[in-house]
């Protein structure tokens, strides 16, 4: 079984430049997260799917960042415009019924 | 919002040694799950406990769940080079698909 996909895994970016990352999960999981994770740091949930409505999105800042899951399948986290402080992990994870989370390898998102 | 305290935050030791990894909370999970993250990877789940005072091995690894669901522990028995990487706990607050609360992680090194 496919593990969860994620893409690019490396991004350098310049400040005020938008950038997006791809997320397709495991076959099947309804539910989805995109978290955050800096250095040394645990990942800290931006926000959670359950198919295709975002039912969780408190922790997302809206002003520079927009997350979509339009089919209820693979989904984009997108940053407009990147900020220095930006710079970190964006994991993607599924889970089936929300027992387990399973998470993908990260972009590591670089901003100059 | 619930925090999870991690200790040590890093531990190096050498191979065949034994180590205890904590994780507390002042807070009540409805589950606890571990996992275990490599450089350049995403978090892999080890196990997830629910059950107040629940005991599971993996083979050299055994995981505790306190008896009020707030804290949890990691036991290594004879530690190998493998083991070394960062471990994460998350808990979840409620049941089905909350997004988890990670800890920040415990930094383990096993020299050969």
């Known amino acids: 079984e496919a593990g969860v996909v994620q893409s690019p895994r490396y991004k350098i970016i310049e400040k005020k430049q938008p950038v997006a990352f791809w997320c397709n999960p495991i076959s099947g999981h309804n539910t989805l997260y995109w978290y955050l994770q800096n250095l040394g740091q645990g990942p800290e949930l931006l926000i959670r799917?359950?198919?295709?409505?975002?039912?969780?999105d408190s922790q997302l800042p809206k002003d520079r960042f927009s997350a979509e899951r339009l089919k209820g399948v693979d989904s984009t986290l997108k940053i407009q415009p990147a900020e220095l402080g930006d710079s970190a992990v964006y994991l993607c994870?599924?889970?089936?019924?929300?027992?387990?989370?399973?998470f993908g390898p990260g972009t590591r998102l670089t901003v100059l | 919002t619930q925090l999870l305290e991690q200790s040590p935050q890093f531990l190096s030791i050498q191979e065949g040694e034994n180590l205890t990894v904590y994780c507390n909370s002042s807070s009540v999970f409805s589950s606890l799950q571990w996992y275990r993250q490599e450089p350049g990877e995403g978090p892999v789940l080890l196990v997830t406990v629910v059950t107040g005072g629940e005991v599971k091995k993996l083979k050299r690894l055994t995981f505790q769940f306190g008896d009020a669901r707030k804290d949890s522990s990691l036991h290594i028995t004879a530690a190998q080079t493998g083991d070394t990487g960062l471990y994460l706990c998350?808990?979840?607050?409620?049941?089905?698909?909350?997004?988890?609360?990670f800890g920040k992680g415990t930094h383990l090194i096993i020299q050969p």
């Open positions: 799917y359950e198919n295709e409505e975002a039912v969780d």
């Open positions: 994870a599924s889970s089936f019924e929300g027992y387990e989370q399973f």
């Open positions: 998350a808990g979840a607050e409620g049941g089905g698909a909350d997004g988890l609360t």
